[in-house]
């Protein structure tokens, strides 16, 4: 407990003129599968912000996206993870999906949600294949994960759509008071 | 499109104090982020996060570190705040980044849950955090041992497009 402290109450009003918000879905009840379309070319890159639950009957549930509608196996992913006990690191290959990383499922304490903060660089950029990065964790006090997860699409096409899923699976819903957040970053 | 990331307070340290609370927070924005950059006066300490002025034992926390040899992972359960770094502690030589995302903070339907990083010169850690508390977060309180002279803590608000 602190004993001496410094107390700031100050209100400003500048905003830092390079972030932007795009769209914003918080869900009113479950929902299978959150897109984003029609994605404004006007930025540099984009950020996701999330708080996320699943239907899913376990802890954790895995979130997984997909670009443009592609469902080929153009994706692939590395991560390194943190479980509270031990740290690993880990990869996947010519996968249908990117990863994001994990959620809390509905086995996990009610009203505990996993976060993700998820970076897409030069998303408009035709001449590259395009790189995302997560931070991500949960934590259900006695357990949770931490993800730092990054995942590459090989299509050097702009992004103009991102579809989330509960790793795409029939029946993982999104729960109610889940939020996505989509933000555009001026270069 | 409107433009988000607005400061909502900013504070310098002009003399060394335990603490530091940022109270009366709006109430208007999605997320928080609160930049820290601090230095420690006497002794390395880890950097503590509060809320709402909870000092009972409803926080936990998880974080996944490299000291540069080895990763890691640890968690605590049931404490009286959330520990914002491992590795990367708040030293008495080098000032400390760490930027803490505070997210959903003015909802009153979910419990609270914070991720952060940080890095110093020890270690570089990825922390997540959780408030067990629906509350609407006002105040956030960051504290060490001692934060040093010339440590500056900046908060921003974030807001969704709806």
């Known amino acids: 407990m602190p004993i001496f402290g410094i107390t700031a109450s100050s209100n400003m009003t500048t905003k830092l003129t390079d972030f932007y918000q795009i769209a914003t879905t918080t869900l009113t009840g479950n929902q299978l599968q959150i897109d984003f379309d029609n994605i404004p070319q006007g930025y540099t890159h984009l950020q996701l912000r999330i708080i996320a639950r699943n239907t899913e009957a376990t802890t954790d549930s895995q979130t997984t996206f997909r670009f443009n509608d592609d469902s080929g196996a153009n994706y692939s992913s590395h991560y390194l993870r943190g479980t509270g006990a031990s740290a690993s690191s880990g990869a996947n290959t010519s996968n249908t999906k990117g990863y994001l990383g994990w959620n809390t499922g509905s086995s996990s304490t009610a009203s505990n949600f996993g976060v993700y903060i998820v970076d897409i660089l030069d998303y408009t950029n035709t001449n590259k294949y395009k790189t995302t990065r997560s931070l991500n964790g949960y934590d259900n006090n006695g357990s949770g994960n931490l993800w730092f997860v990054s995942s590459n699409w090989r299509s050097t096409s702009a992004i103009t759509k991102i579809s989330l899923t509960g790793d795409n699976q029939a029946g993982r819903n999104f729960v109610q008071y889940s939020r996505f957040d989509l933000y555009g970053i001026k270069g | ?162």
Do not use: E
């Open chain 2, 1 to 162: 499109m409107a433009a988000t990331y607005t400061p909502i307070a900013s504070i310098t340290l002009g003399a060394a104090a335990a603490s530091v609370t940022f109270s009366s927070i709006p109430q208007t924005y999605t997320d928080l982020v609160c930049v820290v950059s601090a230095k420690a006066a006497s002794t390395a300490f880890d950097l503590y996060l509060q809320f709402n002025g909870d000092t009972g034992n409803n926080y936990s926390w998880t974080a996944l570190s490299g000291t540069g040899s080895a990763a890691s992972s640890t968690r605590n359960s049931n404490g009286p705040a959330i520990q914002l770094d491992n590795q990367g502690s708040v030293r008495t030589g080098d000032f400390t980044a760490n930027i803490v995302h505070i997210m959903n903070y003015s909802n009153s339907t979910t419990n609270k849950t914070v991720l952060a990083r940080a890095n110093s010169s020890t270690g570089v850690d990825l922390n997540v955090g959780l408030w067990r508390n629906t509350a609407a977060i006002t105040s956030a309180t960051l504290y060490i041992n001692s934060f040093a002279v010339g440590s500056t803590f900046n908060l921003y608000g974030i807001l969704g497009s709806n």
